[in-house]
């Protein structure tokens, strides 16, 4: 099991930088694929930017790629996204999440969830 607690969302004006963290617990934090998948009101959820177990393989929507930065602190437990060049349509709750351990897949398969963030940038 991995329980996930997300930080760092909130409101910045457009052009402007985030990072947020995901702290997570629980032994196999460090053989788990992590994403990050964000939902805006009335749109589904989304996988914004996703990182393999090896941390080898990154994967990155469209949208984002260029501007935001996936990445995992092993010793401190925590992953991160660092949000760059903030827009408008970036404008979501930002969610971390895990798959179990050695997936081979970094853009399904995720079955461990935190609570979500806010991120709300202003024009």
């Known amino acids: 099991q991995v329980q996930l607690v997300e930080s760092g969302g909130g409101v910045v004006q457009a052009g402007g930088s985030l990072r947020l963290s995901c702290a997570a617990s629980?032994?196999?934090?460090?053989?788990?694929?992590m994403g990050w998948f964000r939902q805006a009101p009335g749109r589904e959820r989304g996988l914004v930017a996703a990182m393999s177990w090896d941390d080898i393989t990154t994967y990155y929507t469209g949208s984002v790629k260029g501007r935001f930065t996936i990445s995992r602190d092993g010793a401190k437990n925590t992953a991160y996204l660092q949000m760059n060049s903030l827009k408008p349509e970036d404008t979501a709750v930002y969610y971390c999440a895990a798959t179990r351990p050695y997936s081979s897949s970094i853009t399904s398969r995720y079955e461990f969830w935190g609570q979500g963030t806010q991120v709300t940038v202003s024009s």
């Open positions: 629980g032994r196999t934090f460090s053989s788990s694929a």
